[in-house]
C-alpha cells in the first residue's frame, strides 16, 4: 500500500505528515502560512513540505484538508475566505505538477470528521455524524465509512443549519444559524465567559456554569435530533475546541434527542473527539489512501 503525505492547511499554520497504510505517522512538519496567503504562496509551500516530508519520493499519493468549499472531485477550491485571493484554485492539478504525486482535496473539517471514523472515536462505527465546535461549526457525514458531500462536494456544512430564524446574522449571510449559538463566540456573547473559563468554573461545580453548559446541550439535542431522524447514525462525534466540556453538555443533549427521535435509539453515542488537532491531517491521509489505492 505504500505511504502517502497528508497536509492540513490552514488560516495560521500548515501542518503535514507522512502516513503509512495503518495510520502510523512516519514523518511530521508544522510552518506557518505565508502571508499574504495567496495560492502561489500557498502552493510553494505546500511543494516544499512534501519534498521534505519525502525525499526519498516513496509516496504514492497526496492528501490535502482546506479551510473553504470543495468541488465533489477533490480537485478544485472553490472558495477559501481565510485566505488571500482563492477562488476556484484548481489545487490538486498544480499540487500534481509541481509534486508529482497523485492529489485529493478534501474540506478540513470534512476530513477531521474522516480521520476520527478511520483512527479516533468513531473508529468502530460505518455511519457517523461528527460536529466540530470552535470559531465556527463544522462537521462531516460519513456513511459507510466514506464521506458523504453530496451532488457538488459542498454538503455536511452543519454550522449553517438555521436553528432560529430570528436569530443573530450570520457571517455566511443568513440567519440563526447553528454556529452563532453553540461556536465559541457564541457561547462567549451569550454567557458573557469565554467558553474555555465557562469549562473551568464547571469543572469546580459551579451551578451557573453548569446550566450554561446544559443550554449548550439542549441547543445541540435540538440541532442533532433532525439529522439523527433523517440520517440515522450509529454516533455523533463532537470535536474542536468546545468539546473539552462535553461532559457538562453530551448528557443533555443526549436527553434532548431520546426525548424528540421519532423511535427510540439505545445504540445511538454520543462521543467526545480523541485526535485533537491531528484529525485533519489523519483524515487527509485516509482520503488520500481511499482514493488512490481502493
Known amino acids: 500500500m505504500g505511504s502517502v503525505v ?24 508544522t510552518i506557518a502560512t505565508p502571508r499574504p496567503s495567496t495560492p502561489a504562496a500557498v502552493l510553494a509551500a505546500l511543494s516544499a ?7 526519498e519520493r516513496a509516496a504514492v499519493a497526496l492528501g490535502v484538508g482546506v479551510p473553504g468549499l470543495v468541488d465533489v472531485g477533490g480537485r478544485l477550491v472553490y472558495t477559501c475566505i481565510n485566505l488571500d485571493g ?6 490538486a492539478r498544480l ?9 485529493v482535496l478534501g474540506n478540513d473539517a470534512n476530513l477531521a470528521g474522516l480521520g476520527e471514523n478511520w483512527l479516533g472515536s468513531a473508529s468502530r462505527f460505518g455511519h457517523v455524524i461528527f ?5 465556527g461549526v463544522g462537521g462531516s457525514l460519513i456513511h459507510n465509512r466514506r464521506l458523504f458531500t453530496g451532488a457538488h462536494g459542498l454538503g455536511g456544512e452543519l454550522g449553517h443549519l438555521v436553528f432560529d430564524p430570528r436569530g443573530p446574522r450570520c457571517n455566511c449571510g443568513s440567519s440563526g444559524c447553528l454556529e452563532q449559538f453553540i461556536a465559541a463566540p457564541a457561547i462567549a456573547r451569550r454567557f458573557g465567559l469565554d467558553p474555555a473559563v465557562l469549562g473551568e468554573r464547571a469543572a469546580a461545580g459551579d451551578p451557573q456554569a453548569l446550566e450554561c453548559w446544559r443550554q449548550v446541550g439542549r441547543d445541540l439535542g435540538y440541532a442533532l435530533v433532525g439529522l439523527v431522524n433523517l ?3 450509529e454516533a455523533v462525534v463532537i470535536g474542536g475546541g468546545v468539546s473539552k466540556s462535553c461532559p457538562y453538555f453530551l448528557p443533555e443533549a443526549e436527553a434532548e434527542i431520546d426525548r424528540r427521535s421519532i423511535i ?10 480523541e485526535l485533537g488537532n491531528e484529525a485533519g491531517c489523519i ?3 485516509r482520503l488520500a489512501f481511499l482514493t488512490f489505492t481502493s
Do not use: M, N
Open 95 to 103: 499540487l500534481e505538477e509541481k509534486t508529482g504525486l497523485a492529489t
Open 131 to 135: 460536529i466540530t465546535l470552535g470559531t
Open 86 to 91: 482563492w477562488r476556484d484554485v484548481p489545487l
Open 49 to 55: 513540505l512534501v519534498a521534505g516530508l519525502d525525499p
Open 283 to 285: 483524515g487527509a491521509a
Open 6 to 29: 497528508a497536509i492540513d492547511l490552514g488560516g495560521t499554520a500548515i501542518k503535514a505528515g507522512r502516513y503509512d497504510g495503518q495510520g502510523r505517522e512516519l514523518a511530521s512538519a
Open 231 to 233: 440520517l440515522d447514525p
Open 264 to 273: 427510540k435509539r439505545p445504540w445511538l453515542q454520543l462521543l467526545q473527539a
